[in-house]
């Protein structure tokens, strides 16, 4: 005999409301689940829009850094000026009054006689535009006795003029260059011999007090340096000692220790490895300051963490079947690993080394423990020689008010955020297609 029409189920409930309960139950589920993806989306948007707010505001303050305001000059390479001897030695030459070679024509341009004026005049032009004339000289002898068109530098005023950094509508006494000054720079400009030009010197000059000759060459060369002397430190150091964990070091408390220590020291914040440089490189073994054997050895201990850890993952990864097989036809231990397991886990590795060194790329603290923070003008040659990096040269720049240091610290973040995407992209470029599916 079948149940009347209404009659309860088991447990007492119609089925009718049964049916109801579930659906409202799957349908606050599902609604949660949207909600939460928006919420994913959202955060997702919100990091993404502060992401862009910043590289925006980078790019707005330091792309003008990319030009450089430029005077050009008819420039007479007068003999009785240069070389009045004759010799064509590189010391005469060098002690030769350079600074004549265009305060003259300018003087003649403007017909400047009084004192006060030709030091506002001169102001215009670049404190190293000399140097400039003598560097032509030096690398051409030639020249002497030659009159050629010559585009010198102008000074950081009147570039921040030219890139409207300056205010004309401001009082003449909150201005850095008087209504005199701009009203010569306006007479360059209409004649054209006053221009934005790519600035070559950023990429090629050290250091220097007057911001429009101011360049990143230094800093990236001592980068270079520290990051070689980092990367012939901890690469083999670090695979070596991967392996062994890995693969041949005896499951006991040493070696859980060791890793313990490992894990520790991949999180230890990086000022540490500034302070422990300090005091072994430094004080006791008497190591060179502001060096980039000294700056690679800090960052080494740095890196070493994250190259074993990242090694010992790729190791892990390779599938026991290749040790096991490479065993089965006679293979020592060491040929199999030698052969088999390390070039198999070897793009894992290098995708973890590029990360530690694109990590000891941007690195500022520890390299300030160790002096790399010294004012540094020549290029250096060397490993031993002194240096700054890339990250304490914007740290440096960043320290000073000057609107035209502004716009080189933000060229330099740009020109080190380059080469962080460039290893970066690498890294996954290299896992991509090196990466093997088992």
Not at 248 to 265: G, W
Not at 303 to 309: G, K
Request: proline share 6%; charged share 20%.
């Amino acid at each position: 005999m079948t149940e009347a029409a209404g009659a309860p189920v088991s447990g007492g409930r119609h089925p009718l409301l049964a049916d109801r309960s579930v659906r409202a139950r799957l349908g606050r589920r599902y609604r949660a689940e949207r909600r939460f993806r928006w919420y994913c989306r959202a955060a997702v948007a919100f990091a993404v829009g502060f992401l862009v707010l910043l590289f925006a505001d980078i790019i707005r303050k330091g792309w003008s850094a990319f030009l450089q305001t430029e005077i050009a000059f008819e420039i007479t390479f007068d003999p009785a000026v240069i070389d009045p001897a004759g010799t064509r030695e590189p010391r005469q030459l060098a002690l030769a009054d350079y600074a004549r070679l265009w305060r003259e024509p300018l003087r003649e341009t403007f017909g400047v006689e009084d004192r006060a004026e030709r030091r506002r005049l001169y102001g215009l032009v670049s404190g190293g535009a000399a140097f400039e004339l003598q560097r032509m000289v030096a690398d051409d002898p030639a020249v002497i006795g030659s009159a050629e068109t010559v585009w010198l530098t102008a000074s950081d005023d009147v570039d921040m003029l030219l890139k409207g950094r300056i205010d004309r509508a401001l009082p003449e006494a909150q201005r850095t260059l008087d209504d005199r000054q701009i009203a010569w720079v306006d007479r360059l400009v209409e004649q054209g011999r006053l221009a934005k030009r790519f600035n070559v010197g950023f990429f090629t000059r050290g250091d220097s007090r007057d911001p429009e000759l101011a360049g990143i060459a230094g800093a990236a060369l001592g980068s270079f340096f520290t990051l070689l002397i980092t990367l012939l430190l901890s690469f083999p150091i670090g695979v070596a000692a991967a392996v062994y964990l890995e693969e041949f070091a005896p499951r006991n408390r040493l070696t859980d220790l060791i890793e313990v220590n490992i894990n520790n020291l991949a999180a230890v914040p990086s000022i540490v490895f500034g302070l422990l440089g300090l005091a072994v490189f430094l004080n006791f073994f008497g190591l060179p300051r502001s060096a980039p054997l000294v700056g690679g050895l800090v960052l080494s201990l740095m890196t070493l963490p994250v190259i074993i850890i990242t090694g010992r993952s790729a190791l892990q990864a390779v599938p026991a079947s290749i040790r096991e097989a490479a065993y089965g036809i006679g293979a020592t231990p060491l040929q199999v690993i030698q052969h088999h397991v390390l070039p198999l886990a070897m793009p894992g590795i290098l995708t973890g080394t590029i990360i530690g060194m694109a990590r000891a790329l941007g690195e500022t603290a520890p390299l300030l423990m160790i002096g790399m923070v010294a004012f540094i003008v020549d290029l250096p040659s060397g490993p031993l020689d002194p240096a700054t990096v890339l990250p304490v040269q914007i740290f440096l720049w960043s320290d000073i008010p000057e609107r035209a240091f502004v716009e080189r610290t933000s060229a330099a973040i740009l020109v080190l955020l380059a080469f962080l995407i460039l290893m970066n992209a690498a890294a996954v470029w290299l896992r991509q297609r090196s990466e093997t599916r088992w």
